[in-house]
């Protein structure tokens, strides 16, 4: 059974630092593309930063390049997303999201058809205030 469990999400003040962690079961990283999504209240949900399975080549939005990096690590079935820099307009829940077929960049910029993506994560809640 496939799973993707997020975690490390919290309040943290406009400057800040967070890391976003995601487990996951029944797959490989090796095998399957993956990547964050962020959707921020009353907005639609949005690629952010995606890897691949192969090479780890990897895709950033416009608002992540420079304040985020994605990195994985195979022998822990573990995806992070390390941000910096974080800003109000970060808050929302971010979601973890994998496919065995999409390329990582298509996975990013799947846009308002998130729904074709095969596996999600149920989200964990960053909160970006002071």
């Known amino acids: 059974q496939v799973q993707l469990v997020e975690s490390g999400g919290e309040l943290v003040q406009p400057g800040g630092s967070l890391r976003l962690s995601c487990v996951v079961s029944g797959f490989s990283l090796d095998d399957w593309n993956i990547g964050w999504f962020h959707q921020a209240p009353g907005s639609e949900r949005e690629g952010v930063s995606c890897i691949g399975s192969g090479n780890g080549g990897t895709y950033y939005s416009d608002r992540a390049k420079g304040r985020f990096t994605i990195s994985r690590d195979s022998a822990k079935n573990t995806v992070y997303l390390q941000m910096n820099s974080l800003q109000p307009a970060d808050t929302g829940v971010y979601f973890c999201?994998?496919?065995?077929?999409?390329?990582?960049?298509?996975?990013?910029?799947?846009?308002?058809?998130?729904?074709?993506?095969?596996?999600w994560g149920k989200g964990t809640l960053v909160t970006v205030s002071s």
């Open positions: 999201a994998a496919d065995p077929a999409l390329q990582f960049r298509a996975l990013c910029l799947v846009g308002k058809d998130w729904s074709s993506i095969a596996s």
